[in-house]
Nanobody, 122 residues
Framework: QVQLVESGGGLLQAGGSLRLSCAASGRSITTSVMGWFRQAPGKDREFVAYITWYGGTTSYADSVKGRFTISRDNAKNTVYLQMNSLKPEDTAVYFC???????????????WGQGTQVTVSS
């Protein structure tokens, strides 16, 4: 059974930085791609970034490109999301996910963490 546990959320002012972590257990071929998604109140869950465990292939949503960086530590089975120059519109619950395809669609990811709140004040 794959388990994903996020940490690192918080409340901060616009322009600040935050790093989210996602610790994964029970990795397998079905979890070769790790994604970060976010969901703001009243909105659909949206893609933020993904990375592959092997090769480190990455992709970002246009809204975060140049500000967010996804990375992984294979030895620690942990994926990170470094978020810089945060804006109020980045406020959302951020979810870590695991799947087997390079996709920006939430439905392509089989496993999900519980989410961590990020709130950016203006």
């Amino acid at each position: 059974q794959v388990q994903l546990v996020e940490s690192g959320g918080g409340l901060l002012q616009a322009g600040g930085s935050l790093r989210l972590s996602c610790a994964a257990s029970g990795r397998s071929i079905t979890t070769s791609v790790m994604g970060w998604f976010r969901q703001a109140p009243g909105k659909d869950r949206e893609f933020v970034a993904y990375i592959t465990w092997y090769g480190g292939t990455t992709s970002y949503a246009d809204s975060v490109k140049g500000r967010f960086t996804i990375s992984r530590d294979n030895a620690k089975n942990t994926v990170y999301l470094q978020m810089n120059s945060l804006k109020p519109e980045d406020t959302a619950v951020y979810f870590c996910s695991a799947g087997s395809s390079l996709s920006v669609q939430p439905m392509s990811y089989r496993y999900w963490g519980q989410g961590t709140q990020v709130t950016v004040s203006s």
